[in-house]
């Protein structure tokens, strides 16, 4: 049964890495040709700093979530390492559950806040704000799963923890 979910997973963790390519690609397209349309053309595209700011929103959440599943997510393992080994593993369940439950509020209240402003359209492109208010609750999705993932397995790994002196 974990087999099937650790496969969901990764097959939504190469979705969103996909994504996230798609979308840096796109919002570097969108830079550049504002950069040329502006100094080169002085004439700028009106939609071009909205795009990015969207882009960039998109892609910080679902590069969070990647970077959480990568292990490589800004942490603190200084204080887990001050534990005894037998203490490690509790204390990993411990912050685990206090992360999980910030990102399941994060998930819901992100949820919410989509559908309150999904009628409101946006300035410059007009597309409803809703659908970049989803970034939240997507990336907190995905770090959720991540990080149920990781506990499910014992993140806890000597060879990957940075030994602080």
Not at 19 to 43: E, H, K, N, P
Request: glycine share 8%.
């Amino acid at each position: 049964m974990l087999g099937y979910y650790f496969k969901f997973v990764e097959y939504i963790d190469k979705l969103a890495r996909w994504v996230l390519g798609i979308l840096t690609f796109l919002m570097v397209i969108d830079v550049f040709a504002q950069v040329i349309w502006r100094y080169g053309l002085v004439s700028p595209i009106f939609w071009a700093d909205e795009a990015a700011r969207y882009l960039f929103i998109w892609i910080s959440f679902l590069g969070a979530a990647v970077a959480l599943g990568e292990k490589i997510h800004y942490g603190f393992d200084y204080l887990v390492l001050k534990f005894p080994p037998g203490y490690r593993r509790k204390v990993e369940i411990l912050v685990g559950t206090i992360v999980g439950l910030f990102l399941l509020l994060c998930i819901i209240e992100g949820l919410e806040a989509a559908i309150i402003v999904m009628a409101q359209k946006s300035p410059s492109l007009r597309i409803r704000m809703g659908w970049v208010y989803l970034a939240l609750p997507s990336g907190a999705t995905l770090m959720l799963l991540h990080l149920i993932t990781q506990m499910i397995k014992g993140n806890t790994d000597e060879s990957t923890l940075i030994q602080v002196e």
